[in-house]
T-cell receptor
Framework: ELKVEQNPLFLSMQEGKNYTIYCNYSTTSDRLYWYRQDPGKSLESLFVLLSNGAVKQEGRLMASLDTKARLSTLHITAAVHDLSATYFCAVDTGGSRLTFGEGTQLTVNP | EPEVTQTPSHQVTQMGQEVILRCVPISNHLYFYWYRQILGQKVEFLVSFYNNEISEKSEIFDDQFSVERPDGSNFTLKIRSTKLEDSAMYFC??????????????FGPGTRLTVL
């Protein structure tokens, strides 16, 4: 059974600081997604990572994928309050299902 | 920008009743999905649907559940004889393609199901 583990599960950080969220998964996959969820809202697609070494950046967020290590990272640069949300990674193992991690609840404090 | 829509936004039902959750996927998408998220927990896959049949289903998706595309735009999830533990947010998603494609699954706003 595929396991997808994120850490940390809770992250409280100051505005302007940098931090990284980690997503480990237990089986081979070449496709990994990052989603953002605001409280009571749906999942917003942030990044699709399709191959080993893939790196994508959007604003203050940068995601990378190491398929050999079965690890993806979501790096936050100079955090701002608007980034407060829950971030999920999700792994696609070639079928049609996404297997999600537990989510990282990020709070950015002024 | 096209988006997935879901109705109702909140459904309250009595245990044992049947509910139908409705979704309108993005119009040119071919693959449709249902996921659920129990409060405070992670998102769990229920089922995927393509070409008018189920592509894949999870262990959660037992005989209590069924999906249907009754017309060219709607995609429904029926839950028969609801149980308390069915209370969750149910998300519909759609994508243009899967497998070899790069396409993302786009999620709707969700239906919060409360079973009393």
């Amino acid at each position: 059974e595929l396991k997808v583990e994120q850490n940390p599960l809770f992250l409280s950080m100051q505005e302007g600081k940098n931090y990284t969220i980690y997503c480990n998964y237990s089986t081979t996959s070449d496709r990994l997604y990052w989603y953002r969820q605001d409280p009571g809202k749906s999942l917003e697609s942030l990044f699709v990572l399709l191959s080993n070494g893939a790196v994508k950046q959007e604003g203050r967020l940068m995601a990378s994928l190491d398929t050999k290590a079965r690890l993806s990272t979501l790096h936050i640069t100079a955090a701002v309050h608007d980034l407060s949300a829950t971030y999920f990674c999700a792994v696609d193992t070639g079928g049609s299902r996404l297997t999600f991690g537990e989510g990282t609840q990020l709070t950015v404090n002024p | 920008e096209p988006e997935v829509t879901q109705t109702p936004s909140h459904q309250v039902t009595q245990m044992g009743q049947e509910v139908i959750l409705r979704c309108v996927p993005i119009s040119n998408h071919l693959y449709f999905y249902w996921y659920r998220q129990i409060l405070g927990q992670k998102v769990e896959f229920l089922v995927s649907f393509y070409n008018n049949e189920i592509s894949e289903k999870s262990e959660i998706f037992d005989d209590q559940f069924s999906v249907e595309r009754p017309d060219g735009s709607n995609f429904t999830l029926k839950i028969r004889s609801t149980k308390l533990e069915d209370s969750a947010m149910y998300f519909c998603a759609s994508s243009e393609l899967i497998a070899e494609s790069t396409d993302t699954q786009y999620f709707g706003p969700g239906t919060r199901l409360t079973v009393l």
